[in-house]
């Protein structure tokens, strides 16, 4: 290969893995009215992520931005596609970020808001899932890189986990894996293999994976593990 293309092959090679920033949003809190920063991905991948049996994903070009926040003044928590944009400022807008410099940054939720939000009247069936399933990970990275952590699930925890198991579906294999996993975390072994087993096996990885799930169950292992 010619060094010409060999550079372009490379910088292509290199911007491929790149996470890349997107706009920075600017949002009023609804209860303050201070302006806040929200930062955005442009464009990310998976690239040396861990995948957990939670559901959780670690993605080092990927983070997680929450769709939960809380504001760092007065610290209300509130969904960020409710509240009011100020402004979007990209790279080439130099004085709109001067103008916006002071406005602090919004505040990933801790546990207790994601379980507020979760049991908020009225909330939606997809807010609902994701604040339980943000809740439920969040629980999980107490013990997630211990060898031999155990997690003894406090009564608003075991409640939220109760509670999304019941909201998902046996006859979806994504869903019912992610039930299977509540009811061993829980440590109901027989329920997890029971619904294991009547999982619909469409593909190979869920079969996979359902069985990596009930070979845990049988061990009577409750704690969150890292896939294979
Ligand atoms: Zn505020």
Redesign the pocket.
Known sequence: MKPILTVLWLALAVSSFALTPGPTIIRE?P????PLKQFTIGSGNNFGATFWTDGKMEAPMWPDKPALVN?P????TFWLEDVKQLAELDLFRRDAAKHWETAKVVVDPVETNYLAAANAPGVKLDRELYARRHAWWLANDAVRRQADGQLVWNAAQRNNLQRLAALLSDKDSCEGLQKGEIFRELGNYDACIKLLDGLPTDSNTTKMNADILKNLAIQKKSTVARWP
Not at 31 to 34: A, G, H, N, T, V
Request: hydrophobic share 10%; proline share 0%; charged share 30%.
């Open positions: 809190c209860s303050c009215k201070e504001c003044h007065c610290m209300k």
